[in-house]
T-cell receptor, first 113, second 115 residues
Framework: KAGVTQTPRYLIKTRGQQVTLSCSPI?????VSWYQQTPGQGLQFLFE???????NKGNFPGRFSGRQFSNSRSEMNVSTLELGDSALYLC????????????FGEGSWLTVV | KQEVTQIPAALSVPEGENLVLNCSFT??????LQWFRQDPGKGLTSLLL?????REQTSGRLNASLDKSSGRSTLYIAASQPGDSATYLC??????????????FGKGTLLTVNP
């Protein structure tokens, strides 16, 4: 079956703009989580959603937001982009609210210039 | 605040060697611990998951152990191959809420296996 799909894979934005990233989980998975990966900070947790409800949120400013739709697809949005937002954004999905193995997508590479 | 440390940061070994990667965490109140592999420019692939009540898990040439009381885990790779070259990441999930998805990651160990 298809894995976790993230779009777009690569994008370049200008400081001050906003960006929306999309994640389609594995069919049947209802949990989606988002992570930011940078060379300096490594992987950091952004959000976690289950059945359209945000269950957990990481320590990121309010410019970072997300949502999950009834079909379990998720989007995250970053407003007023800063250079430091340049990163690989990874989405992961799982079956239940406290499931076991989680599956990561290949990520969206965001460059802010 | 949970902190995860991985040692060494990088490791280069000849093909066929057995090796151990180390992971330590500061808060023993974890739900589970996972080891992931990341190839350059790619997402993460889950290798092994150890529940907090377990001591070890095995998959093929990989064996992961967990000592929750001391806050340590090791990933043992037997008979390493060039295809094992990747970054290996350790991650823990908090006990509160029992969520598997709010992971705290280490910075990873970059493994190079030379033919």
């Amino acid at each position: 079956k298809a894995g976790v799909t993230q779009t777009p894979r690569y994008l370049i934005k200008t400081r001050g703009q906003q960006v929306t990233l999309s994640c389609s989980p594995i069919s049947g998975h209802r949990s989606v989580s988002w992570y930011q990966q940078t060379p300096g900070q490594g992987l950091q947790f952004l959000f976690e959603y289950f059945s359209e409800t945000q269950r957990n949120k990481g320590n990121f400013p309010g410019r970072f937001s997300g949502r999950q739709f009834s079909n379990s697809r998720s989007e995250m949005n970053v407003s007023t982009l800063e250079l430091g937002d340049s990163a690989l954004y990874l989405c992961a999905s799982g079956w239940g609210p406290s499931g076991n193995t989680i599956y990561f997508g290949e990520g969206s590479w965001l460059t802010v210039v | 605040k949970q902190e995860v440390t991985q040692i060494p940061a990088a490791l280069s070994v000849p093909e066929g060697e057995n090796l151990v990667l180390n992971c330590s965490f500061t808060d023993s109140a974890i739900y589970n611990l996972q080891w992931f592999r990341q190839d350059p420019g790619k997402g993460l692939t889950s290798l092994l998951l150890i529940q907090s009540s377990q001591r070890e898990q095995t998959s093929g040439r990989l064996n992961a152990s967990l000592d929750k009381s001391s806050g340590r885990s090791t990933l043992y790779i037997a008979a390493s191959q060039p295809g094992d070259s990747a970054t290996y990441l350790c991650a823990v999930s908090p006990n509160s809420g029992g969520s598997n998805y709010k992971l705290t990651f280490g910075k990873g160990t970059l493994l190079t296996v030379n033919p």
